[in-house]
């Protein structure tokens, strides 16, 4: 059974960086796209940034783009969310999931996509 776990949250300062990691255990990752989503409590579920299952298409919601970076190691069952230049808006529980795609390039930005989803991380960015 497929089982996701996120790690490298933590408390950083404006304009500091951290590193989401995604770990898979029970399957092979390298079988899905991946998707990192937000959420602040009493709001919806936000897109960040998606991956293929081969890391050949990725997307960034507007808000991170050229800050965030997405990548994968298939080898390790690993995927990561690179997270620089962090403001205070990017304050969040952060969360990875997984998708079965059609084909290798496949990914969305929509959560009801996904299957199966970590327990979160928590990101907080203040002085």
């Known amino acids: 059974q497929l089982r996701l776990v996120e790690s490298g949250g933590g408390s950083v300062q404006p304009g500091g960086s951290l590193r989401l990691s995604c770990g898979a255990s029970?399957?092979?990752?390298?079988?899905?796209?991946i998707g990192w989503f937000r959420q602040a409590p009493g709001k919806e579920r936000e897109g960040v940034s998606f991956?293929?299952?081969?890391?050949?298409?990725?997307n960034y919601a507007n808000s991170v783009k050229g800050r965030f970076t997405i990548s994968r190691d298939n080898a390790k069952d690993t995927a990561f969310l690179q997270m620089n230049r962090l403001k205070p808006e990017d304050k969040d529980d952060y969360y990875c999931?997984?998708?079965?795609?059609?084909?290798?390039?496949?990914?969305?930005?929509?959560?009801?996509?996904?299957?199966?989803w970590g327990q979160g991380a928590k990101v907080t960015v203040s002085s």
């Open positions: 999931a997984t998708g079965v795609p059609i084909k290798p390039g496949d990914y969305c930005s929509l959560p009801r996509w996904y299957d199966e």
């Open positions: 029970g399957v092979t990752l390298g079988d899905y796209a």
């Open positions: 991956i293929s299952a081969d890391g050949g298409e990725t």
